[in-house]
């Protein structure tokens, strides 16, 4: 196992080395020491209509449960019978209105996971377990050690201290509050089901991915050229393209140099903003109607203030990647060192015309499903990254690309240029925290 102070040696300000990624050692200790101790988003409220309802979830090397009590209330167990273990639910999503049912030998739960019925009970009696020293664990299911809901979006976290849902997310909130403001009901519904992609790579590779302004210009360049090609035939002929066609061309059309113009937020325990957007307020016929029934619903000065907001791009180390004006995140679930499972949702804005819908849909579809290029063409760098970090050819990582030229105010770190590496040294300075116990 490594020792804390091969950690500490392993992750410089802007440098880190390999074995981050690819000892098997590191990666047990990153599921014990960071994943097992942070909030982690486990769903959506609206995934969970009614009493009974279920999904499960992992956190870190944990199965668990989110599932909607009696009383109303969302809660996450371990999906672990208590009596000799089993798995409680062996489905990925399902409703049990009368609690659960374990199928090993039928003891019975509340959906909040207390003990509801023991087949021939009379087995216990004069038993420990029947006189009272039992204790909760050894007739419920275990509950998590603390759950919190953000506008909808729930957490649950392992550990029994540390800082609130709130706390901890800090300025990151905006990723849920920018999601939700965009409905004119000021809520969002999931839409079930989601893509689920298992990379043959390291989680950390996808993370830092998601604020790397340097790579879609040159990674998706192919797809984007294609899509412009299109695009401006489209044009020609009938005067207007498809938006969805420029999710995919802003790839060729927005150059290397335009990354720069961005700008990215780190903050404390490795969050990021990523600000700028390709297409932020189209005068499409269907945008100009979604801002009527905005406009209806709050007038036109927080109208203003809500589509103002210019985010691209929240993390919320180290397990979600959330993207508002497109309705849409990615939880990232570590299953090892080199295989990593993403599950890629997307939402509804309630109250919203139908077309809003069927944008933030094409964007799913055309961007971030396993099926579009886009996601093949970060899939294979990820996979080459990680081949390359296994081999032998180096053993340091650079994160230079303005190192030290940020501009720091407190504990918000700007970057200078949008391009900066300063979202992947706030995620190790994060990760560096975690796993040296801080
Ligand atoms: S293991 Fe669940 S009832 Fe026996
Ligand atoms: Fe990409």
Same mark, same amino acid.
């Given at each position: 196992?490594?020792?804390?102070t091969?950690?500490?040696?392993?992750?410089?300000?802007?440098?880190?080395?390999?074995? /981050?990624?690819?000892?098997? /050692?590191?990666?047990?200790?990153?599921?014990?020491?960071?994943?097992?101790?942070?909030?982690?988003?486990?769903?959506?409220?609206?995934?969970?209509?009614?009493?009974?309802?279920?999904?499960?979830?992992?956190?870190?090397?944990?199965?668990?449960?989110?599932? *909607?009590?009696?009383?109303?209330?969302?809660?996450?167990?371990?999906?672990?019978?208590?009596? *000799?273990?089993?798995?409680?639910?062996?489905?990925?999503?399902?409703?049990?209105p +009368?609690?659960?049912?374990?199928?090993?030998?039928?003891?019975? &739960?509340?959906?909040?996971?207390?003990?509801?019925?023991?087949?021939l009970?009379?087995?216990?009696?004069?038993?420990?377990?029947?006189?009272?020293?039992?204790?909760?664990?050894?007739?419920?299911?275990?509950?998590?050690?603390?759950?919190a809901?953000?506008?909808?979006?729930? &957490?649950?976290?392992?550990?029994?201290?540390?800082?609130?849902?709130?706390?901890?997310?800090?300025?990151?909130?905006?990723? #849920?509050?920018?999601?939700?403001?965009?409905?004119?009901?000021?809520?969002?519904?999931?839409?079930?089901?989601c893509?689920?992609?298992?990379?043959q790579?390291?989680?950390?590779? #996808?993370?830092?991915?998601?604020? +790397?302004?340097?790579?879609?210009?040159?990674?998706?360049?192919?797809?984007?050229?294609?899509?412009?090609?299109?695009?401006?035939?489209?044009? !020609?002929?009938?005067?207007?393209?498809?938006?969805?066609?420029?999710?995919?061309?802003?790839?060729?059309?927005?150059?290397?140099?335009?990354?720069? +113009?961005?700008?990215?937020?780190?903050?404390?325990?490795?969050?990021?903003?990523?600000?700028?957007?390709?297409?932020?307020?189209?005068?499409?016929?269907?945008?100009?109607?979604?801002?009527e029934?905005?406009?209806?619903?709050?007038?036109?000065?927080?109208? !203003?203030?809500?589509l103002?907001?210019?985010?691209?791009?929240?993390?919320?180390?180290?397990?979600?990647?959330?993207?508002?004006?497109?309705?849409?995140?990615?939880?990232v679930?570590?299953?090892?060192?080199?295989?990593?499972?993403?599950?890629?949702?997307? &939402?509804?804005?309630?109250?919203?015309?139908?077309?809003?819908?069927?944008r933030?849909?094409?964007?799913?579809?055309?961007?971030?499903?396993?099926?579009?290029?886009?996601?093949?063409?970060?899939?294979w760098?990820?996979?080459?990254?990680?081949?390359?970090?296994?081999?032998?050819?180096?053993?340091?990582?650079? #994160?230079?690309?303005? /190192?030290?030229? +940020?501009?720091?105010?407190?504990?918000?770190?700007?970057?200078?240029?949008?391009?900066?590496?300063?979202?992947? *040294?706030?995620? #190790?300075?994060?990760?560096?925290a975690?796993?040296?116990?801080?």
């Amino acid at each position: 196992m490594a020792a804390t102070t091969d950690l500490a040696k392993l992750v410089q300000p802007d440098r880190v080395h390999r074995r /981050a990624y690819t000892d098997p /050692a590191i990666f047990e200790l990153e599921m014990e020491r960071i994943f097992h101790k942070v909030w982690t988003y486990v769903g959506h409220e609206s995934q969970v209509k009614n009493p009974g309802d279920y999904w499960t979830v992992l956190i870190g090397r944990q199965p668990m449960i989110m599932v *909607r009590h009696s009383d109303g209330s969302v809660r996450v167990l371990h999906n672990r019978c208590p009596h *000799r273990g089993a798995m409680l639910c062996g489905d990925r999503h399902g409703s049990a209105p +009368d609690g659960f049912t374990c199928s090993y030998h039928s003891w019975q &739960f509340h959906p909040d996971g207390s003990l509801k019925a023991i087949p021939l009970e009379r087995g216990y009696s004069g038993t420990r377990f029947e006189s009272g020293a039992a204790d909760a664990a050894m007739r419920n299911v275990k509950p998590a050690a603390r759950v919190a809901s953000y506008r909808g979006f729930v &957490f649950a976290s392992l550990a029994a201290d540390g800082p609130s849902l709130e706390e901890w997310l800090g300025p990151a909130r905006i990723a #849920f509050d920018d999601i939700c403001d965009r409905a004119p009901g000021g809520e969002v519904e999931i839409v079930p089901n989601c893509f689920r992609v298992i990379q043959q790579s390291n989680w950390k590779i #996808f993370l830092e991915n998601q604020l +790397d302004a340097l790579h879609p210009a040159v990674t998706h360049e192919s797809t984007g050229k294609a899509a412009h090609e299109v695009e401006l035939e489209l044009e !020609e002929r009938h005067q207007r393209a498809p938006l969805s066609y420029h999710f995919l061309s802003a790839f060729s059309t927005t150059p290397i140099p335009k990354w720069d +113009d961005f700008q990215t937020l780190n903050y404390p325990h490795g969050h990021s903003i990523l600000t700028g957007y390709m297409g932020l307020r189209p005068r499409d016929p269907d945008t100009l109607a979604y801002e009527e029934t905005l406009r209806q619903a709050y007038g036109d000065k927080r109208m !203003e203030e809500i589509l103002g907001v210019n985010i691209h791009h929240v993390l919320c180390y180290p397990g979600l990647s959330v993207q508002p004006p497109l309705q849409q995140l990615r939880a990232v679930r570590p299953l090892s060192v080199d295989q990593t499972l993403t599950e890629i949702w997307h &939402f509804r804005l309630k109250g919203a015309p139908e077309a809003i819908y069927r944008r933030a849909l094409g964007y799913y579809n055309l961007v971030n499903s396993p099926s579009t290029l886009v996601n093949a063409d970060d899939l294979w760098n990820f996979w080459k990254c990680h081949q390359g970090l296994a081999s032998d050819g180096g053993d340091w990582v650079s #994160f230079h690309r303005n /190192a030290g030229q +940020d501009h720091v105010q407190g504990d918000l770190v700007t970057s200078v240029i949008g391009t900066s590496e300063a979202p992947m *040294r706030n995620q #190790f300075s994060a990760w560096g925290a975690y796993m040296g116990g801080a």
